[in-house]
């Protein structure tokens, strides 16, 4: 298979992951995998400048993943997941985004 990025996920949504029904996760691992392939908003979305969404749903459940793109990484394309949680209205909450750019921002080592 030739992936369009490669996916790298944080020890917080390993841990996320562990909290999810084993179907919606597997669904939730699906999608991550199936994003990596094609290019659709459905799964995976920008939010921001920096910050993207990798989505699914899955019995009536909106269960979101929020990355980054490594820009300084020597593999080409990797996509960096912050964290989990599961979408309770229209729009991802701000402080969410808020806190995927706060990851990001320790994961370059500017953090403060």
């Known amino acids: 298979m030739d992936y369009k990025f490669d996916i790298e996920l ?3 949504v390993d841990q996320f992951l562990e909290t999810l029904d084993e179907k919606t996760r597997e ?8 994003a990596r392939m094609v290019n659709d ?3 995976f979305k920008k939010l921001s400048e920096d910050i993207w969404e990798f989505r699914t749903l899955y019995q009536g459940n909106q269960v979101r993943l ?6 300084t990484s ?5 996509v960096i997941c912050t964290h989990g949680f599961v ?16 990851i990001m921002k320790l994961y370059y080592g500017n953090g403060k």
């Open 10 to 12: 944080l020890d917080e």
């Open 27 to 34: 669904k939730v691992l699906y999608n991550l995998w199936k």
């Open 41 to 43: 908003s459905e799964l």
């Open 66 to 71: 929020l990355a980054f793109w490594d820009k």
């Open 74 to 78: 020597v593999k080409p394309k990797i």
């Open 87 to 102: 979408k309770k209205g229209w729009k991802v909450p701000y402080q969410e985004i808020e806190k995927a750019t706060r």
